[in-house]
Nanobody, 124 residues
Framework: QVQLVESGGGLVQPGGSLRLSCTTSVYTLDYYSIGWFRQAPGKEREGVACTASSGGPTKYADSVKGRFTISRDVATNTVNLQMNNLELEDTAFYYC?????????????????YGQGTQVTVSS
């Protein structure tokens, strides 16, 4: 069983920043492509950022380009999502995900395994 654990969510004002983290004690995340997804109430889940395995390329949804940055911390076995200049529309439940595949690229579409998620609320 893949056990991805997200943290770092919370309440922030518009224009503020949060950093989400995804980790697991079961696998070495650097070996696999990892995606960050979000789902707002009444909306479909959407991919916002992903990173290919072993420092490969990253991708971002148009809605977050220039504001969100995905990165790996190999020492702590963590994949982070730095979110800056947050907007009301960024309010959602955020999940990290993986297929446990060592891809040279990554995708913003569905993965096989998801964590439990963390809530991000942007509100004034």
């Amino acid at each position: 069983q893949v056990q991805l654990v997200e943290s770092g969510g919370g309440l922030v004002q518009p224009g503020g920043s949060l950093r989400l983290s995804c980790t697991t004690s079961v696998y070495t995340l650097d070996y696999y492509s990892i995606g960050w997804f979000r789902q707002a109430p009444g909306k479909e889940r959407e991919g916002v950022a992903c990173t290919a395995s072993s420092g490969g390329p990253t991708k971002y949804a148009d809605s977050v380009k220039g504001r969100f940055t995905i990165s790996r911390d190999v020492a702590t076995n963590t994949v982070n999502l730095q979110m800056n200049n947050l907007e009301l529309e960024d309010t959602a439940f955020y999940y990290c995900a993986t297929d446990l595949l060592g891809d040279s690229t990554c995708k913003l579409t569905e993965y096989e395994y998801y964590g439990q998620g963390t809530q991000v609320t942007v509100s004034s």
